[in-house]
């Protein structure tokens, strides 16, 4: 008996190029409103978090300036969740109410090939954000290594998991208002994974809850990117767990939306 074919060796990476190119001319046509968001918010959440909220935190957090510590969450926050946004709302109104996944079915694209680009897509614009956010934190002095240029890769990965667990979300999604819970559940687990505060001072048992989410791992990377402090032995650790989370999630992604749009 023949084992089954792991869903992402039918990725065709041409057809999932040409889906992916796609999203990027629509883009285009749109880049002035698409980046106000990592424009303004990392301002206003520097100014609240880094400046209002450091004012009060008057010890040092894990070593580093309140300021320097949260400018890694704030990139993590903007960036993931931008990807979680591309591949809940973004994905369900291109396959339930533009039919856009109905269209490029119609060509010879096979299900996998869309929904690994809807993933990459997501992803990239979450790259183009990063950059972005980065040169303001650079500038209000919250990145304070050289090698923070890399910041944003780790979160890159936890972007690529992020955006492949909600289109698993999507592919079973029937109401676009069953999101309400999905988000609540996302933006609960954000405060377990060490994006405003070290992870060390919870409870025990949700560190352990915290180090299960692959975005507690991508952001203590970004941060010790940005400050220029390394673990060996944890952040190689870390890496290891974002690649097989990432391979696990993209392909529970491709089976799921099989299941969904396979006609």
């Not at 409103?33 to 008057?58: R, S």
């Not at 993590?76 to 109104?93: D, K, L, P, Q």
């Not at 979160?155 to 079973?172: D, R, Y």
Request: hydrophobic fraction near 60%.
């Amino acid at each position: 008996m023949r084992a089954p074919q792991l869903a992402l060796r039918r990725v065709d990476l041409r057809d999932a190029a040409a889906v992916w190119l796609r999203h990027a001319e629509v883009y285009l046509r749109l880049w002035k409103t698409e980046l106000a968001a990592p424009l303004i918010e990392p301002i206003i959440m520097v100014f609240a978090f880094g400046w209002g909220l450091g004012a009060l935190v008057a010890a040092r957090v894990a070593g580093l300036p309140y300021l320097s510590f949260v400018g890694a969450g704030v990139l993590a926050f903007a960036v993931i969740s931008r990807a979680v946004f591309e591949t809940t709302y973004g994905s369900y109104f291109r396959m339930v109410y533009q039919s856009t996944f109905d269209a490029i079915l119609a060509t010879p694209v096979e299900v996998e090939s869309l929904a690994f680009a809807e993933i990459a897509w997501a992803t990239t614009k979450a790259a183009i954000d990063s950059l972005i956010i980065l040169a303001v934190l650079a500038i209000f002095g919250a990145a304070t290594s050289p090698l923070a240029l890399f910041a944003p890769l780790p979160l890159l990965a936890g972007s690529w998991i992020m955006a492949a667990l909600s289109l698993v979300v999507t592919a079973h999604t029937r109401d676009i208002d069953s999101y309400n819970l999905y988000l609540a559940i996302y933006f609960s687990a954000l405060l377990c994974c060490g994006i405003w505060y070290p992870v060390e001072v919870m409870p025990a048992p949700l560190r352990a809850l915290a180090w299960a989410i692959p975005i507690t791992s991508a952001v203590d990377l970004a941060r010790a990117l940005s400050v220029g402090r390394f673990d060996l032995l944890r952040h190689t650790l870390a890496l290891g767990y974002l690649a097989a989370a990432a391979i696990f999630s993209t392909e529970w992604a491709l089976n799921a939306m099989r299941r969904r749009l396979a006609v």
